[in-house]
Every structure is written in structure tokens, then in C-alpha cells.
């Protein structure tokens, strides 16, 4: 067989996306709806924010075309996204505008048992990134060749976990 005829040569893909999973034993509406609704109770702003300490907010519009964004101290935003698909309590995917160009995220909820749902996230488009970008620190050090965001949705994932198991969903911390 020629040079020509041979079939071509599979390329690696050099920038796979972010895959996490994680259980909650809870209903998978209540899953999807304590996700989107109470992030402001959960996600750890300490690193994984722009503001910090300065936060006084942060708002996930329930809708396609809806922004995730912080509210500062000073009443200024930074926009964490937007949302591009909106299928509850199924799944969404928002931009993720944190990283130089945008990448996305996409989430999926699906019920296990009656109280038991599978929460997927897939942190996709980093062939959008330059070299460079693709190492620049992030909240944690390293960028995405070093494993920070991967470190990262770790860290969120389990956070929204204990959140859930931990308290009463449809409550906030002051309720429970």
C-alpha cells in the first residue's frame, strides 16, 4: 500500500475538555434548582471569583440568554456567563467568560433514584486558547496545562455537594 492510500493518521486531541461527576442524594429537581438558585450560598467565591471579599452577590438568571455574574461591594458586576442552553431541571450550558476567550460549560442532571442524581459538568472550548493563555493562573496557579481548573470544578463540585447533603436545600444556611 502507498503512502496515498494509507489512511490518515489520528491527531490526539491536545486540549480535551474538563469532565467531573459527582452524586447528590437528593431529587434531581432539587438538584438543578439549588445549582442555579442558591450558587450565592455555595460557590467559593474564596478563590473562585474575581471579587473575593468584595462580593455582596451573585445572580444566576434562570433563562436562556441569562447572565451569571458577582455583585461587588461598590455595586460594580463581573460576569461569570451566559446562559446558551436551558433545559430544566435537565440540563444548561453558560459561557464561561473567566478564561481569556470564552469557553463553556455544560451541566447535566439526571436522576439515579428517587433521591440519588448524577451531576455531569464538561468545561469544553479550549482549543479557543492560545499556548499562552491555556497557562495562565487562574484562581489557583497553573491555568489549564497545569491542572487548575480541573483542581477547580473539584473543589466547586464537592462544595456544592456538601451544600446540598448538608443542610435543608430549600432553605438557606440562616434557615436550617
Excluded at 76 to 83: A, D, K, N, T
Excluded at 91 to 113: C, E, H, K, Y
Aim: proline content about 7%; charged content about 25%.
Amino acid at each position: 500500500m502507498s503512502a496515498e492510500q494509507q489512511a490518515p493518521a489520528v491527531v490526539p486531541f491536545a486540549r480535551p475538555p474538563i469532565r467531573k461527576t459527582v452524586l447528590v442524594r437528593r431529587p434531581r429537581e432539587i438538584v438543578f434548582d439549588s445549582f442555579v438558585d442558591t450558587i450565592a450560598q455555595w460557590w467559593p467565591v474564596t478563590p473562585f471569583s474575581s471579587g473575593g471579599d468584595r462580593i455582596v452577590a451573585v445572580t444566576f438568571e434562570r433563562a436562556l440568554g441569562g447572565r451569571i455574574y458577582e455583585t461587588w461591594d461598590d455595586g460594580s458586576h463581573r460576569e461569570w456567563g451566559i446562559v446558551i442552553d436551558w433545559v430544566p431541571p435537565e440540563r444548561f450550558t453558560m459561557t464561561w467568560n473567566v478564561t481569556a476567550i470564552s469557553t463553556d460549560v455544560d451541566l447535566t442532571f439526571t436522576a439515579v433514584a428517587d433521591e440519588l442524581t448524577r451531576v455531569d459538568l464538561v468545561h469544553r472550548g479550549w482549543e479557543r486558547l492560545s499556548e499562552a493563555e491555556l497557562g495562565e493562573d487562574c484562581a489557583l496557579p497553573g491555568g489549564y496545562r497545569g491542572g487548575s481548573f480541573d483542581k477547580g470544578w473539584t473543589i466547586i463540585l464537592d462544595r456544592f455537594v456538601d451544600h446540598l447533603e448538608g443542610t435543608d436545600p430549600r432553605k438557606g444556611p440562616q434557615d436550617a
